[in-house]
């Protein structure tokens, strides 16, 4: 399916405030994961401040056992100190990255921002080698932003 059916896709699972959070979360997640053959992986990781710590609130693809992530630690706690997306065509080559799964070989993730502060972020696991684009960073971003709105 491509981004642009995705969107409406997305809006949709949004607009059911029948629901809670983490459960649109998860319906994004399996959409995302489902519908994407490079997206191996899709889970949202939230922000504890005052512990400088990460926790996984919703995910889709195999259960991981790093469901809290300290600030600094992997390619998702550089995120939340750098504010920047991070895309890594090749995990093998990081020095600083958490592995889930040995399939994994690629990983992007984009942070979430919620009055210009970083509250969390999208974590995309992939079993293809360099899979994302700038086409991937924009999708992700304007999901963020969407999220953030329901927040
Ligand atoms: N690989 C991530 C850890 C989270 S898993 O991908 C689910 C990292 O290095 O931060």
């Given at each position: 399916m491509p981004f642009d059916s995705l969107k409406k896709e997305v809006v949709n699972i949004l607009n059911q405030?029948?629901?809670?959070l983490n459960q649109r979360l998860t319906n994004i997640c399996e959409l995302l994961q489902s519908q994407i053959d490079y997206y191996n992986w899709v889970g949202f990781y939230f922000a504890e401040h005052s512990t400088k710590t990460l926790h996984l609130k919703a995910f889709a693809g195999e259960p991981t056992d790093h469901t809290v992530i300290p600030f600094g630690k992997g390619i998702c706690g550089q995120v939340a100190e750098s504010h920047q997306n991070f895309v890594v065509p090749d995990v093998q080559s990081q020095d600083n990255y958490i592995a889930?799964?040995?399939?994994?070989k690629a990983e992007i993730v984009v942070p979430l921002f919620k009055d210009g502060l970083n509250i969390g972020q999208i974590d995309i696991d992939s079993?293809?080698?360099?899979?994302?684009t700038a086409e991937d960073e924009r999708f992700l971003e304007w999901i963020n932003e969407n999220v953030a709105k329901n927040i």
């Open positions: 405030s029948d629901k809670q889930c799964s040995l399939n994994v079993h293809t080698p360099d899979p994302f």
